[in-house]
């Protein structure tokens, strides 16, 4: 499928979330993702998510891409300077790779390598400042490109503040649209009603192109899983409601991902551009959520 399209004709994409491997065996990655082809729009592949070191984004985005795959390559601030992160958008743009996910990306200390050291070039702006650059012919030093790369540019999106918290986000996402931001990521909702006065807010911004809002599901793992985002993921609602559901559930994996398939056909009934599958790990799992919608 093609995503900038489906965005574009107003239909529901459903972006699938592919971590790719810690090691180079990529037959799992590229089967779990092969079985939802027909039904995902396109496959988000991770930056080394947590600071957890796998294979990069790009490496993953190209195989996937390789097998007849639309996917969106997240490139992160922190692992790159800005030579390298240029280098690596020409060669993802070469490779067929034409959607982007423009992130910061955690630090080192969440990860498995706590000696690493960050990077951090340049900031996040900067690096939405370096891709339109590229896109219109000239690297960071002003230098002409020999063809210029072409993208669906996407970032994230804190859709989760409330209050007076809310608006330096908001001013945060016009300068993100200015600098060529065309969809936005949410942080994972359970709770549809708990962003809507952030998402009536930002209905008010005027943009010269159509600017789409995605929202991320994740599927609960486990009621321990569940009580732990509960409690400590700022600016995510999980229910007492919810909670007791999986808690009451004789088959608590099978409930979560019965609330994940809910949660997509929520989002996707109240006018929402698409929505994003998180399965944290479990891909496998995609086809049920999915097939549940």
Not at 13 to 20: D, R
Not at 145 to 157: C, D, R, W
């Amino acid at each position: 499928m093609d995503l900038k399209r489906s965005l574009e004709a107003g239909d529901f994409v459903i972006i699938a979330e592919m971590e790719p491997p810690k090691g180079v065996d990529v037959a799992v990655m590229v089967a779990n993702a092969a079985k939802v082809k027909e039904e995902v729009t396109a496959f988000m592949v991770p930056e080394m998510s947590n600071a957890v070191m796998r294979m990069s984004a790009l490496g993953g985005a190209m195989v996937l891409s390789g097998n007849r795959m639309d996917t969106i390559m997240q490139i992160c601030c922190r692992d790159r300077n800005r030579i390298a992160l240029q280098a690596d958008l020409l060669a993802a743009s070469a490779c067929g790779v034409r959607n982007i996910m423009a992130v910061t990306g955690e630090a080192p200390s969440f990860g498995d390598h706590h000696q690493a050291a960050a990077v951090y070039d340049i900031t996040l702006d900067d690096l939405l400042t370096v891709i339109q650059g590229l896109q219109a012919g000239r690297d960071m030093a002003g230098i002409e490109l020999t063809g210029s790369p072409e993208f669906l540019v996407g970032a994230t999106l804190n859709t989760g503040l409330q209050g007076s918290d809310m608006f330096p986000e908001i001013e945060s996402m016009k300068h993100k649209i200015d600098a060529g931001v065309r969809f936005f990521i949410t942080p994972p909702l359970f709770d549809i009603s708990a962003i809507e006065p952030f998402i009536n807010e930002i209905k008010k911004i005027k943009t010269a192109a159509p600017v789409h809002i995605i929202p991320t599901v994740v599927l609960l793992k486990s009621l321990g899983m569940a009580r732990y985002m509960a409690k400590n993921m700022k600016h995510i609602r999980i229910s007492d409601t919810l909670i007791k559901r999986i808690q009451n559930a004789p088959d608590k994996v099978r409930e979560c991902i019965r609330i994940a398939s809910e949660t997509v056909a929520g989002i996707k009934s109240k006018g929402f551009g698409g929505a994003m599958i998180s399965t944290m790990g479990w891909e496998d799992r995609l086809q049920d959520i999915i097939h549940g919608i």
